[in-house]
């Protein structure tokens, strides 16, 4: 089959790669009909992510047709059109039986906080991701589900991650009815957490990046007010001056460690491979949050260090809560919102792309080019 590679930072191939084949009875191979390329794929394709090997196929939202199934599968057919989770858990486990599909605690073992994820490095479990013609999925009675007949692949494709992130992400804020929310990040998971800000009862959702074109789709897509943080000279404080010298009820850290590395990023990762994470966003929420407030994390920090300011935020009284998304737990209502038009997924696409160009996509989508906010691949095979 097709699939991209990583060959080392900031050099991604498409080869010719053996596919994918039945290796445990549970398992199903499916057949890409749409992936993506996400905002913390970039931490891969920087090299900023431990244990990035070269070979490695990327992509952990995915969707397309069971080809094959392991002959204890009962939940899926061949033929059936499926969305796949990026997280990949047991379903069983004291994690998994509590809804904390992310944490699973029997499909990783190079780590003890985060299960396991497709094409996001052996700290992550090692599992090859879906930006290829076929993928194999590991307990297919678990993890996938079959798409419903009236919603599309390139709308399906943003509930494995994006969406749901998103979502989790309004959810982790407990917001109330008329809360002031700050969202840092115009990204898609930035995008999808305001939007749906507004589902929780959100009485003004403020946008906090530097790019204007993705301020702009904050905006027209998500409804909300926006501040370029170049434009002033102090995020925090004229985010104080605009909220009655209280701050946010809410803040929502849809950044993470930047995708684009700093200084120490670099050096620790190339010398040391280690990636902690510069937390510039999450200490601008701690800061600008009212006393009492509370901060919600999605974005993607490494395991180790970050230089997070967590004294203020005990002493102001901050409620924190974080984790990777439990997506499959989203899907419910998700699809609700979805079904009667209150998200729609796919408006924040800008590009398609097929898979033989994908090296181009990584190049266009780091570089902040053409305007690019959310990428689909399209596998050959499709």
Avoid at 133 to 140: W, Y
Wanted: proline share 5%; glycine share 10%; charged share 20%.
């Amino acid at each position: 089959m097709r699939a991209m590679v990583y060959r080392g930072p900031y050099k991604i191939r498409v080869e010719e790669k053996e596919r994918p084949r039945i290796e445990h009875p549970n398992d199903a191979i499916v057949r890409v009909t749409r992936a993506a390329i996400c905002g913390s794929d970039l931490h891969l394709y920087h090299g900023l992510m431990p244990d990035t090997r070269i070979g490695h196929t990327f992509g952990h939202e995915f969707v397309g047709v069971v080809d094959e199934v392991g002959p204890t599968v009962q939940n899926l057919q061949v033929g059936d059109r499926v969305m796949v989770p990026f997280n990949i858990f047991c379903g069983s486990c004291w994690y998994c039986a509590r809804g904390l599909y992310s944490n699973c605690h029997n499909v990783n073992p190079n780590a003890t906080a985060v299960g396991g994820i497709y094409g996001y490095s052996h700290t992550c479990g090692g599992y090859d991701g879906g930006q290829a013609e076929f993928v194999r999925v590991p307990l297919a009675d678990v993890g996938p589900a079959t798409i419903p007949d009236w919603m599309d692949d390139d709308d399906a494709v943003l509930l494995t991650d994006a969406l749901a992130t998103g979502y989790f992400g309004a959810q982790l804020g407990e917001i109330a009815g008329g809360d002031v929310v700050v969202v840092f990040g115009a990204g898609p998971v930035g995008l999808y957490a305001a939007l749906s800000s507004w589902l929780m009862g959100a009485g003004r959702v403020i946008v906090v990046d530097h790019l204007d074109y993705r301020l702009e789709k904050a905006r027209t897509f998500a409804h909300a007010e926006t501040l370029n943080f170049t434009e002033v000279g102090d995020v925090v404080l004229h985010l104080k001056r605009d909220t009655g010298f209280l701050g946010a009820d809410v803040a929502i850290d849809a950044v993470g460690a930047e995708a684009d590395g700093n200084f120490l990023q670099h050096v620790t990762t190339t010398k040391f491979k280690l990636q902690g994470g510069s937390p510039v966003a999450l200490n601008w929420a701690i800061d600008s949050v009212r006393k009492g407030g509370t901060i919600s994390v999605m974005g993607a920090y490494g395991p180790l260090f970050s230089a997070v300011k967590f004294g203020d935020a005990m002493n102001k009284g901050l409620t924190l809560r974080m984790n990777q998304c439990p997506v499959k737990r989203q899907w419910p209502r998700l699809f609700e919102h979805v079904r009667q038009g209150y998200i729609r997924p796919a408006d924040i696409v800008t590009h398609r792309v097929p898979l033989e160009h994908i090296a181009e996509a990584y190049h266009m989508f780091s570089a902040k080019l053409d305007d690019c906010i959310k990428t689909l691949v399209l596998p050959s095979a499709a």
